[in-house]
């Protein structure tokens, strides 16, 4: 097999259908690079690609290549549609409403697209409510300082009476959005992950890379691979920013439990 | 009311029209999030709100939510069709013009579109010329030099003998484009601040934070809620930055302010 | 030589200063891909792909790469200073004067650390005035719609009497900014393109990739090999959709070459 037929087989088992016709030496070589190299690489599953690839290509406003990672990513099976629904949510927080909403848009086409190809009805979604989270606003605000804690591996949680961080980090993002079920908190290091390295604001990206690896719900080779899948996705530059700072994050992290007594066995 | 239900009220009375149909739990919750709790928070009007909204949906590329949101700031009247052309053209500078090329595409339509639906001639827009800024170039630079001091609220202006600077911020940015009448300092302080924060370069952020404050354009609780807003609709990271940037040009101003003998009355 | 040797000496050979340090077999991988594969491709030269690269990394926020590439063009001798100064200055115009801002300061501090290194005096800058360009609003006006006319290869200009297109596009845009010495039409349009294509706004992704073509400023292959230095620079949604827009302007442009009776020997 030629080494454009590799890629072009290895896009297709990918993403459950054939790639467009190959047109230039440039195209074919993103091609096998993206398709028969990144995404076979061990270190991340297939299922964990999905979710680094989601979030960029949703950021990255390709509408044509989100409308193909949506229906592969559940086409495939490999991401449920309670999942997807969920990772539309999240990365409606870290890479804005608009982006979310065209997302949203087409993960609702793409799932009539899936049941129409299979002759099959759309099942109706579940009920939003009720909430698994408090609803009085002092109750939802602690759990918010809960859950801010546990998902940065942080000992503190920022004051609640400026806007940011009261009506929307502490009431939403952490006491709701995280803490809704329907999505593994690793599928949601990913996502966030992927989102804080394309919005590369200085802060987020360190704290959340800190708290993916300090938490072990991404290991350092998880994080590695990401690196490099994200690289292919949303280009070399955010990429190198990245690697940097997990290799920074990383040494912090293995400081950390060796004061702490436990090796790095993540 | 159900909290959907009030969502969609809330919905229907900012964007002029009925929200799509809500087909998930994920999506439910966003809609209300956002329209039933930050578009109604007080801090900034609806109108203010419109101008932090508009260059984050054409910033973000998603077609439909800046269709929607043009079209909303137009027919309910909050934003008149003169004031929405020296947004395009602000937006521009500060977002590039190939999204605002865009923008400007989607206002001439909504334009049509609201006429249409009213049964009215769309009025001819009024001439570009004569230019309310000098013509000869060094009176050109400067009126530029003297507005880069009065919108950056710096004692200096830089230097012009390099082409960024010269060409283009004295002779255009500041020369002309901030100087343009249609459109109000406070409403520039607000799409300039959204828009520094999703480039996030890290200088322009800085001063122009600090220049909204020290103008008292923007008094703090604005910026708080400006920050909140921004972060429904560009994501919490990039807002993360933008809010310990507002601290720490609060605490800048507040300082000099003191130095100064005035008091935080803005 | 191993591959990463290979590729550790590639890096050398075009940033001029050696790589950082490998630290996983993802950075290894993503170092050898871009270093060693994609700058050694024909079809563009060295010079060329740094006109691309530039405004990649200074969109990208990364600073780290921004600086390493700025330096690296400069110092190696393939972009002058001058073309270095208009380039930024053109990439404020596409990509966002924030941005465009710390991409200036980071040319002044490594163009101050490369005279540093060689021990030798920062010359200063040419003087801005006189402009090439006519003062008179209605002179400006007329070379504005001549100079969009040549650029977009077009028979016509928008009308003026929106701010836009008036005070923007053909009074600085295609008036000023274009018209301006120190970078050649060839440099302008491979910046122009990188930069429509991670702002990804429908039209001038479209009409800046058919005049590269169509004035045979760039040829085929060139425009090819763009797309891929670009995937490697800002991820492959993006360079799918200009390798996308790139077939089917090629397609538009040998059907108007063959009405015209040339050939297609760009």
């Known amino acids: 097999m030629t080494s454009t037929a590799r890629a072009e087989a290895a896009f297709t088992d990918i993403m459950t259908f054939p790639p467009p016709e190959v047109t230039s030496p440039a195209a074919a070589h993103i091609l096998a690079f993206v398709f028969a190299d990144v995404w076979q690489r061990p270190g991340l599953s297939r299922r964990d690609r999905h979710f680094v690839t989601l979030p960029c290509v949703a950021a990255a406003d390709a509408e044509g290549p989100l409308r193909d990672h949506v229906y592969a990513a559940l086409n495939s099976g490999e ?65 918010g300082e809960q859950s801010f804690k ?10 609640r009476d400026d806007p940011f961080h009261g009506a929307g ?24 992950v992927a989102c804080v390295a394309f919005q590369d604001a200085p802060y987020p990206i360190i704290s959340h890379v800190y708290a993916a690896l300090k938490s072990r719900d991404l290991s350092f080779t998880e994080m590695d691979e990401l690196t490099l899948h994200f690289a292919a996705y949303y280009g070399w530059p955010k990429a190198a920013h990245l690697s940097q700072v997990a290799a920074e994050q990383k040494s912090r992290v293995t400081e950390e439990w060796a004061a702490e007594g436990h090796g790095q066995s993540a």
Chains 1, 2, 3 share one sequence.
């Not at 546990?150 to 004051?159: I, K, M, R, Y």
């Open 169 to 192: 980090i502490l009431n939403f993002v952490f006491g709701e959005m995280w803490l809704r079920p329907g999505l593994g908190m690793r599928e949601r290091r990913l996502i966030t």
């Open 150 to 159: 546990d998902v940065n591996c942080l000992p503190f949680a920022p004051a």
């Open 79 to 143: 991401v449920t549609i309670t999942e997807m629904r969920e990772a539309v949510l999240h990365f409606a927080v870290y890479g804005g409403w608009p982006k979310a909403s065209r997302f949203n848009m087409i993960v609702d086409e793409q799932w009539h697209r899936i049941h129409g190809e299979r002759g099959v009805e759309v099942p109706p979604p579940p009920p939003l409510l009720p909430l698994t989270t408090p609803s009085d606003p002092e109750a939802r605000l602690a759990a």
